[in-house]
């Protein structure tokens, strides 16, 4: 059984930086892990995922450049770099775990197992 717990969230001023980590425990060592978020009234989108045995890392077009997905050695815990923080990423930040297939890695339907969420909430 999967478990994920996610940290690290808060409020922060816009321009702002916040790193969020993902406890995993009981995921299969090829399931790829993910960030989500869903704003008030918005459907949940994939912010970036990171496939472990390959590196490869897949991130949304609104957050490149600014956030950054890692994973420590132990494949134990996830993280999520967010610099350069913006208003409209205020959301509720959800890690996720699954075997995404081929242009499924940001699309929500494609992973099974979700944390309980961490809100990040951004001021201007």
């Known amino acids: 059984q999967v478990q994920l717990v996610e940290s690290g969230g808060g409020s922060v001023q816009a321009g702002g930086s916040l790193r969020l980590s993902c406890a995993a425990s009981g995921a299969r060592y090829d399931y790829a892990m993910a960030w989500f978020r869903q704003a008030p009234g918005k459907k949940r989108e994939g912010v970036a995922t990171i496939v472990p045995l390959t590196g490869v890392t897949y991130y949304a077009d609104s957050v490149k450049g600014r956030f950054t997905i890692s994973q420590d050695n132990s494949r134990q815990t996830m993280y999520l770099q967010m610099n350069s923080l913006k208003t409209e990423d205020t959301a509720i930040y959800y890690c996720?775990?699954?075997?995404?297939?081929?242009?499924?890695?940001?699309?929500?339907?494609?992973?099974?197992?979700w944390g309980q969420g961490t809100q990040v909430t951004v001021s201007s």
């Open positions: 996720a775990a699954g075997l995404p297939g081929f242009g499924s890695a940001l699309l929500p339907s494609a992973f099974t197992a």
